[in-house]
């Protein structure tokens, strides 16, 4: 009786066991591998047990996301919690966790082993809360530059970069036993109609831009990808084909493909995907009406997911491992807000330091104004599924009256009353403004500039009050500047702004999301205790729009199918990508890679060899400090390839002044292949290779050529 019930439920298809039998329970710990021991599972599993693995059961249970156990078999419930910096705050759990510099912060560290430490923490804290599911990284390209997640995704505006940094960070989160998901995939660019937007991109561009990020986590082992709400080229990315197919072929991931929450718009398994988020709309309805999915795809699909959990540790975990009462542990501990102040501080980026200003002398007196007070809370981390509220906080206030040292005298103002803080800052010796912005999922920003500080989509973000600051800010850094001829300028944003002020101020800083300890961070940075080290992740742009987007590119517009239709007619010309092809200057923006120190760097003695590239980074100046040193190939033009392209970069040791460090890269075939559409493979380019090594992709030190 049940196998005919569960044949008729499958349109016929050939089914091996019933809905609910009940099997003896198995010792599937004495498997040798994860495929041989899910295999024994799955023998094991009634029709009705595989569909219950194939979609969530509810929402904020307390987590954002639930497969309930299976006791008779021994299987762990699944608890899937966001996000891609962080365990994300839910009522009763604010201040439980860390609140971590964002993933564009982290970003800008361009440091491997400052991503496998953050992931490491990020994974224990989930751990610690019962979470076998980390719901991050994100891995998207920042191709809209307003877009109003871009502070949530590790790529920056390179894939290469997203290629080197997604790999630590996934293993980072998997050494906890914690499944790591890769998101969004793939194209979610931008926030504006991201449920109906169709985002038209072209086979090569996927494999070279977009797709990197993600084959990087699945080179680590990712167990699981979240397809995104957006479509691809006419179809949504969770009934995906294509696009699945290619990361489950072409890339070859093993782990299970989720459903965004509510991404789901048909029974998609047969496309890829393998678990619907986050309830059973449609994979559920496997059970009640015939549907023509064949046993061997479900069979497929929970495969995915129970190897996963085989693979990762999580099934062999006691339950009492991910029992739901740690949901509201406070698992924040001293060891990782330490650790969250030094993260902070090495994705600090100098952007600029005239005359030598920064670092600043200690026993001084300095006026602190803007967003240095508590309101800097509302500019330490972005809003939406990724937001992290801290487990305690420490204002730029605070961090800097502690390290300001003997003699010191602090003034603050809010920058409410800009007469009063123009005051302030002409009987001061230095004056630092405190600047920035916010944005949340569902929303994109309104535009690059800075007056538009808490407000995203006009709504304020989380109810946090700015008191008006964020209205007035540029005019405000003016003022100052005009009263003190030593100020200097700390941005926290989301992504790029504009500085219309760059050359009225000496110095100026950015953080992006900081975190919870911004405020001892950036007193590192500012007194020197810290030498900046971060590189730009993005492109800071001169002007709005500065890569003149048609409303076709962005935000789209609806075409003859009625779709609402983004078309990326600029192909592999993103970011510094449009900048180098149209050769534009940097007049009020900085370019990608750029970031200064407190020292200076020499580069010497290109060798190029086969594939090998090396060089010596040498510290001329008279402070201890570490270079990010970047390496970008031109290929034949026959290629047609952007100008110049990331393909190394390696962050040095701190180097003492006068000591040197040997750098050498290997470039490996896929560096110098492109994406073949008519064979739909890689194919490796010949031909004379523009060889540039240096501190950004505007400033390079060496040159050379490389022949294959």
Request: proline letters at 5%; aromatic letters at 8%.
């Amino acid at each position: 009786m049940p196998s005919r019930v569960a044949s008729l439920l499958l349109g016929g298809a050939a089914v091996a066991e019933g809905l609910f039998v009940v099997p003896d329970k198995m010792d599937f710990a004495s498997q040798k591998t994860s495929l041989q021991r899910a295999d024994a599972m799955l023998s094991k599993m009634s029709l009705m047990e595989k569909i219950n693995m194939l979609h969530g059961t509810c929402m904020s249970c307390p987590y954002v996301g639930l497969i309930p156990a299976n006791k008779r078999l021994g299987i762990p419930q699944l608890n899937l919690h966001d996000g891609p910096q962080g365990f994300r705050s839910k009522p009763f759990t604010e201040g439980t966790t860390t609140s971590w510099p964002g993933a564009m912060s982290m970003a800008a560290t361009w440091d491997v082993d400052a991503i496998y430490e953050w992931g490491l923490a990020m994974g224990k804290e989930f751990y610690d809360k019962g979470a076998n599911v980390q719901l991050g990284p994100g891995l998207n390209v920042a191709r809209v530059p307003v877009n109003g997640r871009n502070f949530e995704y590790l790529s920056g505006e390179d894939p290469y970069l997203g290629y080197v940094l997604a790999k630590p960070v996934t293993k980072g989160i998997q050494e906890n036993k914690v499944i790591a998901c890769g998101k969004h995939y793939v194209g979610n660019s931008q926030e504006a109609a991201r449920q109906q937007v169709s985002e038209d991109i072209d086979e090569r561009t996927l494999f070279e831009m977009y797709y990197p990020s993600f084959q990087a986590a699945v080179d680590a082992g990712v167990g699981s990808i979240m397809c995104s709400y957006n479509r691809l080229n006419g179809t949504h990315a969770c009934e995906n084909a294509v696009t699945l197919g290619h990361l489950k072929n072409e890339m070859g991931f093993q782990g299970f493909v989720m459903s965004d929450w509510g991404a789901t718009h048909t029974p998609s398994m047969k496309q890829g995907l393998d678990m619907e988020m986050p309830i059973g709309i449609f994979t559920h309805s496997l059970a009640l009406k015939a549907v023509n999915v064949s046993q061997p795809v479900i069979d497929e699909a929970v495969s995915n997911t129970v190897q996963t959990m085989f693979k990762l540790g999580v099934m062999d975990e006691p339950p009492s491992t991910w029992d739901a009462v740690k949901f509201f542990a406070n698992v924040s501990t001293a060891e990782h807000i330490d650790l969250a102040r030094h993260l902070s501080a090495q994705s600090t980026v100098l952007l600029k330091n005239a005359d030598s200003v920064l670092p600043l002398p200690q026993g001084k007196k300095l006026a602190l104004i803007g967003f240095a007070g508590p309101e800097s809370l509302a500019i330490s981390f972005g809003h939406g599924s990724g937001e992290v509220y801290p487990s305690s906080f420490v204002t730029p206030l605070d961090g800097i009256t502690a390290a300001a040292g003997p003699g010191a005298t602090i003034g603050y103002e809010s920058g409410v009353d800009l007469q009063a803080a123009v005051a302030l800052a002409g009987s001061s010796d230095y004056a630092v403004v405190f600047v920035g912005a916010s944005a949340a999922e569902g929303g994109d920003r309104t535009s690059l500039s800075l007056d538009g500080g808490c407000q995203t989509n006009g709504i304020n973000i989380a109810g946090i009050n700015c008191s008006g600051i964020d209205k007035q800010q540029n005019a405000l850094v003016s003022a100052v500047a005009r009263a003190n001829s030593k100020t200097v300028v700390v941005a926290s944003v989301p992504g790029a702004f504009l500085m219309p002020w760059v050359h009225e101020v000496e110095a100026v800083l950015t953080n992006f999301m900081p975190g919870q300890q911004v405020g001892h961070a950036v007193a590192d940075v500012l007194f020197g205790k810290v030498n900046p080290s971060a590189r730009l992740p993005i492109t800071l742009p001169n002007k709005e729009n500065e890569q003149n987007f048609t409303t076709s590119q962005y935000p789209g517009a609806k075409s003859a199918d009625n779709l609402h239709h983004a078309v990326y007619s600029e192909q592999l010309l993103v970011g510094y990508r449009y900048y180098d092809a149209h050769n534009i200057s940097f007049t009020q923006g900085f370019p990608f890679g750029h970031g200064l120190s407190y020292t200076s760097f020499a580069y010497s003695g290109l060798s190029v060899s086969g594939r090998q590239v090396g060089f010596t980074v040498k510290n001329t100046g008279s402070l201890a400090g570490r270079e990010v040193a970047q390496l970008y190939l031109a290929f034949p033009s026959a290629a047609g390839e952007p100008l110049r392209q990331l393909k190394g970069f390696r962050k040095t040791a701190l180097l003492a002044p006068n000591a040197e460090e040997r750098v050498s890269f290997t470039l490996s075939t896929r560096d110098t292949s492109i994406w073949d559409v008519p064979t739909h493979r890689w194919a490796a380019v010949s031909g004379m290779f523009g060889v540039h090594v240096g501190s950004s992709s505007r400033d390079i030190r060496l040159q050379g050529q490389l022949q294959l």
